[in-house]
């Protein structure tokens, strides 16, 4: 995972390279950490609306599904345990399989939910869009493949 560029702390943004554009901190300030919400969903949500180290969610998440097309044994289980690849787009790439079920109103809903262990993130992703565990793995394989076929100019 690379540097921070950015932190939000305590409704202030801190700036680490003297930018002063930050929309993923930007995003923090807006929707704070929820308690007993996990960390992947926190940090995509805010990649997904605002980006991450100077590049968009779209960037962001195409170069992370090509990377993650490389791996045999790849699945949204072996992915949440984020060993490998960086995890702010896994988790922007969940919040975006969720809009094109629920929309705003089920990525706010899953924002308030408990997800701080995997059984609990599966339990508020089916909850908020009806899916089954293995209907949600489908859709973010869909999503994955879609997005490994982007081409983004540099």
């Given at each position: 995972?690379?540097?921070?560029?950015?932190?939000?702390?305590?409704?202030?943004?801190?700036?680490?390279?003297?930018?002063?554009?930050?929309p993923?901190?930007?995003?923090?300030?807006?929707?704070?950490?929820?308690?007993?919400?996990?960390w992947?969903?926190?940090?995509g949500?805010?990649?997904?609306?605002?980006?991450?180290?100077?590049?968009?969610?779209?960037?962001?998440?195409?170069?992370?599904?090509?990377?993650?097309?490389?791996?045999?044994?790849?699945?949204?289980d072996?992915?949440?345990k984020?060993?490998?690849?960086?995890?702010?787009?896994?988790?922007?790439?969940?919040?975006?399989?969720?809009h094109?079920?629920?929309?705003?109103?089920?990525?706010?809903?899953?924002?308030?939910?408990?997800?701080?262990?995997?059984?609990?993130?599966?339990?508020?992703?089916?909850?908020?869009?009806?899916?089954?565990?293995?209907?949600?793995?489908?859709?973010?394989?869909?999503?994955?493949?879609?997005?490994?076929?982007?081409?983004?100019?540099?």
């Open positions: 995972m690379g540097y921070a560029e950015g932190r939000s702390i305590e409704n202030i943004i801190m700036s680490g390279n003297k930018s002063i554009y930050y993923h901190e930007l995003v923090h300030q807006f929707f704070p950490k929820h308690s007993k919400r996990y992947l969903v926190d940090e949500f805010a990649t997904w609306l605002g980006g991450s180290m100077g590049k968009t969610y779209m960037e962001r998440a195409a170069g992370y599904a090509k990377e993650y097309c490389k791996i045999d044994t790849a699945s949204f072996w992915a949440y984020c060993e490998v690849l960086d995890c702010y787009p896994l988790g922007a790439i969940l919040i975006d399989v969720v094109e079920k629920a929309g705003d109103e089920g990525v706010l809903d899953l924002l308030k939910m408990d997800t701080e262990t995997l059984p609990e993130l599966y339990d508020a992703i089916t909850n908020v869009t009806d899916w089954d565990k293995e209907q949600f793995n489908k859709k973010f394989e869909e999503k994955i493949i879609e997005l490994s076929k982007v081409n983004m100019v540099n």
